[in-house]
């Protein structure tokens, strides 16, 4: 009897493990909500499951903003990323929403991605360095080339970020 209680206790603990895995491996047992950024802005897209495709996900997403008449972009992202975290919270702020009207923007959190993944579904290898990115996005699901990296983030100040915003924004709509 007492073997078949421990037996039956070590099952137990094995499926409450189990059911308690977190990590980009266990999406399936806590589902997409653990995976969605903190802070979305006002009108942004953030809903990529991280088990689908990613270039399939970003062609639909393409097609979507084209048949509402906007530009799309992909915005890769981390949690842990100061900038990324400033973008976001300032993206609804008057002096910096007006820059995002007619944009269709997708967010990715880099965090549950590898380099290796996104640079085989999305990027030409080495388009994508640091986060934050910002990047124009291809009706195929690509990124054709026009992109702003952490760098211009890292060197802009508190109040730069309409500056950087501005110059990618004016430069990709040329």
Not at 40 to 64: C, K, M, T
Not at 92 to 119: C, G, P, T, W
Request: proline share 4%.
């Amino acid at each position: 009897m007492t073997t078949v209680r421990n037996c039956w206790s070590l099952l137990l603990i094995a499926a409450l493990l189990s059911a308690c895995a977190v990590g980009p491996g266990s999406r399936e047992s806590i589902g997409i909500s653990s995976y969605l950024p903190k802070e979305v802005p006002d009108g942004w897209i953030a809903d990529f499951s991280y088990d689908e495709n990613l270039r399939d996900y970003l062609r639909r997403q393409s097609h979507l903003a084209e048949r509402s008449g906007k530009q799309a972009f992909v915005f890769f992202f981390a949690e842990w990323c100061a900038p990324c975290v400033r973008i976001r919270n300032r993206a609804s702020d008057a002096d910096l929403s007006s820059l995002f009207e007619r944009k269709h923007i997708v967010m990715i959190n880099f965090d549950y991605m590898n380099l290796d993944q996104i640079v085989s579904q999305a990027f030409v290898p080495g388009k994508i360095k640091v986060v934050p990115a910002l990047a124009l996005l291809g009706k195929d699901g690509t990124v054709p080339g026009q992109i702003v990296y952490g760098s211009a983030w890292r060197d802009a100040v508190q109040g730069d970020d309409e500056r950087v915003l501005r110059g990618f924004f004016d430069a990709v709509s040329k």
